[in-house]
């Protein structure tokens, strides 16, 4: 019994040759072994470096032959590798092939095909020759077998051979899965897509080596969108269902993800609100004739009501309407939040606090904050003559209209709106929303919006307190952890001894500040909100009264730093000059402050300082002093012949135009300045959009 495994390795000038010397040595047939080739024949140039092919030959398992040691045949010397191959009989007629369907290309003659072998419509094909062997080598992605033996390394082949090939496609099935989002108002379906990985042999020329090659071919595998319609209702999912995104989804090619249902969300109800039934908010500005002049006898500014005259409506809320989940379940709306109306001075509210009627004359106050109305009537105060020492200084919550001047050293201090028919002479006027004074201001000083200029001077010193407040907390709570200062013990005396050592050492500006804001609340009772009168209550019982403070834990810091920030955040809001404004004809050696706008109808100002946090606008000339804008500034003339320093200073982003500018006049645009070394009209500076500053 011969086992398999009995080989040679035999060499030769060719391969051929090699095999002949192994099967003589072997005493077996071609049909009876199998060959691995290891290394083919090479010619070289010239003969110069020329290689003997060498092969194995490896008995198969058949009975009736002796067992013989593997020889390898470079061992024999050249003379009688000769001697051997000399003395073979073998010739191609003592090797009977059986019968090989040979496919012939057409480009090729049977004399071409001789030794080789090639691929056609998905086969493998060989033709023996006398002088070389056809040798085929597998490739990875398909299994060749010979003879039903699997081969794993490169062959020789005969027609005699029996070969097939197995090809097995690879599949990645679709994947997809149905998730349901948590308000139950949509569902998304993510699709990773499959595929088939469609494996065909190569076609391959004749060629006494053939490398088999697998071509691929990619087919994509689509989802059943029955699948995915009884997984919907398995989930419960009968409402909204979108089924051309569902057959998208099942078609689609990359992964993604489709909304394949949607419900219906539900419309919240509406807030109750008030519904004016005349005009109540103040109108800026100065009614013109059709010639283009200022009509002062026609101001139609401050909307006035008179007792009995109904104000407005106030609505209830609106309900929602319902919606619907992708589970065909109802979603109820938020209802809407009904107004609350607080009465205030001259006000009364009518039946079942629906209208709203004036008992008063006036002017209706109307503050909205969050779902609480305010309404009250201002009334105006009137004053038919010249404010003097004999009348005194005014002070007054509502609106004041002054049919004379207002003379030396007299204040007029109003909540509301100032109307000065006539001038006003080294004054001092302060009004919480707009001044109309129709003549001169002479060396006087007039503000508009005096609780916003307050709230801002207010804000600017608590945005400095707010950080330290911050870092003091941070402090007290580093300091808790310390056995010297056990946060605990403070709980009756109150923190008030461990503030004052942190303001003594790391915290030297927090005391500054701190009663500064306090000063500038105490002074601004009259103007401040409730909110801003407790907070610097707060402050000062427990940061200022260190003895005795009010603080006893870290939380009550906490929640004044909050409130704090609070107060902060809405004061940024508010700043932004609402109704306020000033209107005169002639602004001499004066200071003007309005967190509105400022308009000078009539000659001009002559070394005045004018602040707006608005539009500044002079028909007339500026002649000295300082013009400071929030936005823009119009002006007719600027400057003087004399060489009087005459600045006009708006922020980043805004224009000054100027119809004349005398030379040593100063514009300044954000940090750009420009001094003017000559005469020029019509101009017009600004800052481009590329931030270059330009003067047209």
């Known amino acids: 019994m011969i086992t398999k495994g009995n080989s040679i390795v035999s060499k030769g000038k060719t391969v051929k040759k090699a095999v002949m010397i192994a099967l003589d040595l072997l005493s077996e047939k071609l049909e009876d072994v199998e060959i691995e080739i290891i290394e083919n024949e090479s010619k070289g140039i010239l003969g110069i470096g020329s290689k003997q092919a060498v092969v194995r030959v490896t008995v198969k398992q058949q009975p009736d032959h002796k067992i013989s040691t593997e020889l390898v045949l470079d061992k024999h010397p050249p003379e009688e590798l000769d001697q051997i191959i000399q003395s073979l009989d073998i010739s191609e007629e003592s090797i009977q092939p059986a019968h090989f369907n040979i496919k012939k290309i057409a480009h090729f003659s049977e004399v071409d095909l001789l030794g080789n072998v090639w691929v056609t419509d998905g086969q493998i094909y060989c033709k023996d020759a006398p002088d070389k062997f056809p040798v085929i080598s597998p490739c990875k992605g398909l299994k060749l077998y010979k003879n039903d033996v699997l081969i794993e390394k490169t062959v020789i082949i005969s027609e005699n051979d029996i070969l097939r090939y197995e090809l097995e496609d690879e599949v990645q099935q679709p994947h997809w899965e149905i998730s349901i989002s948590a308000n139950k108002m949509e569902a998304v379906l993510k699709v990773i897509p499959g595929s088939r990985i469609q494996r065909t042999l190569r076609e391959k020329e004749p060629h006494s080596f053939l490398q088999v090659e697998v071509e691929e071919k990619k087919i994509p595998l689509m989802i059943d969108s029955e699948l995915v319609m009884s997984n919907l209702r398995e989930m419960g999912i009968t409402?909204?269902?979108?089924?051309?995104?569902?057959?998208?989804?099942?078609?689609?090619?990359?992964?993604?993800?489709?909304?394949?249902?949607?419900?219906?969300?539900?419309?919240?109800?509406?807030?109750?609100?008030?519904?004016?039934?005349?005009?109540?908010?103040?109108?800026?500005?100065?009614?013109?004739?059709?010639?283009?002049?200022?009509?002062?006898?026609?101001?139609?500014?401050?909307?006035?009501?008179?007792?009995?005259?109904?104000?407005?409506?106030?609505?209830?809320?609106?309900?929602?309407?319902?919606?619907?989940?992708?589970?065909?379940?109802?979603?109820?709306?938020?209802?809407?939040?009904?107004?609350?109306?607080?009465?205030?001075?001259?006000?009364?509210?009518?039946?079942?606090?629906?209208?709203?009627?004036?008992?008063?004359?006036?002017?209706?106050?109307?503050?909205?904050?969050?779902?609480?109305?305010?309404?009250?009537?201002?009334?105006?105060?009137?004053?038919?003559?010249?404010?003097?020492?004999?009348?005194?200084?005014?002070?007054?919550?509502?609106?004041?209209?002054?049919?004379?001047?207002?003379?030396?050293?007299?204040?007029?201090?109003?909540?509301?709106?100032?109307?000065?028919?006539?001038?006003?002479?080294?004054?001092?006027?302060?009004?919480?929303?707009?001044?109309?004074?129709?003549?001169?201001?002479?060396?006087?000083?007039?503000?508009?919006?005096?609780?916003?200029?307050?709230?801002?001077?207010?804000?600017?010193?608590?945005?400095?307190?707010?950080?330290?407040?911050?870092?003091m907390i941070a402090a007290i709570n580093q300091l808790s952890t310390v056995s010297a200062f056990k946060v605990s013990s403070f709980t009756q005396t109150g923190l008030g001894p461990l503030i004052k050592i942190l303001c003594d050492g790391k915290f030297k500006r927090f005391p500054p500040l701190l009663f500064s804001l306090n000063e500038k609340i105490k002074s601004g009772k009259d103007m401040l909100d409730k909110e801003w009168l407790e907070f610097g209550e707060q402050l000062y019982k427990g940061f200022i009264m260190t003895h005795a403070s009010s603080f006893r834990s870290i939380a009550d810091v906490e929640l004044v730093a909050k409130k704090a920030e609070e107060l902060w955040a809405s004061s940024q809001e508010d700043q932004e000059g609402g109704d306020c404004f000033i209107k005169a004809a002639l602004v001499h050696n004066s200071q003007l402050y309005s967190s509105g706008d400022i308009t000078i109808v009539g000659q001009g100002v002559y070394h005045s300082k004018l602040r707006s946090g608005g539009s500044i606008e002079i028909d007339g000339y500026v002649r000295g002093g300082e013009i400071y804008a929030g936005k823009s500034v119009k002006v007719g003339e600027a400057g003087t012949k004399g060489g009087i320093s005459t600045k006009i200073v708006v922020p980043k982003g805004h224009t000054i135009k100027i119809g004349t500018v005398m030379e040593d006049t100063i514009i300044q645009i954000g940090s750009f300045t420009y001094k003017f070394t000559a005469s020029a009209s019509n101009v017009t500076a600004r800052v481009n959009e590329d931030g270059l500053f330009s003067i047209s």
């Open 239 to 471: 409402y909204g269902i979108d089924y051309s995104e569902i057959a998208n989804a099942c078609m689609s090619e990359e992964t993604n993800s489709f909304v394949i249902a949607k419900g219906i969300p539900a419309i919240p109800g509406k807030n109750g609100f008030f519904q004016p039934t005349q005009e109540l908010d103040i109108k800026k500005g100065l009614e013109e004739r059709s010639n283009g002049t200022v009509d002062y006898r026609e101001i139609q500014k401050f909307p006035s009501v008179e007792p009995g005259q109904m104000l407005g409506i106030v609505l209830p809320p609106e309900s929602g309407i319902p919606g619907t989940t992708i589970t065909n379940e109802p979603v109820l709306p938020p209802d809407g939040f009904p107004l609350v109306v607080q009465d205030g001075r001259g006000i009364i509210l009518v039946e079942d606090d629906t209208k709203v009627v004036a008992m008063e004359a006036g002017h209706p106050d109307i503050k909205l904050k969050d779902m609480l109305l305010k309404i009250s009537i201002v009334p105006k105060l009137w004053i038919r003559s010249d404010v003097t020492l004999q009348v005194g200084n005014v002070r007054y919550i509502g609106e004041v209209e002054i049919t004379g001047s207002v003379q030396d050293g007299m204040l007029v201090d109003a909540q509301g709106n100032i109307l000065i028919h006539e001038n006003v002479n080294m004054a001092t006027i302060s009004a919480g929303s707009s001044v109309i004074i129709k003549n001169n201001i002479i060396t006087s000083a007039v503000t508009a919006g005096k609780n916003s200029f307050m709230i801002a001077e207010s804000n600017q010193i608590l945005g400095e307190l707010i950080p330290l407040m911050k870092q």
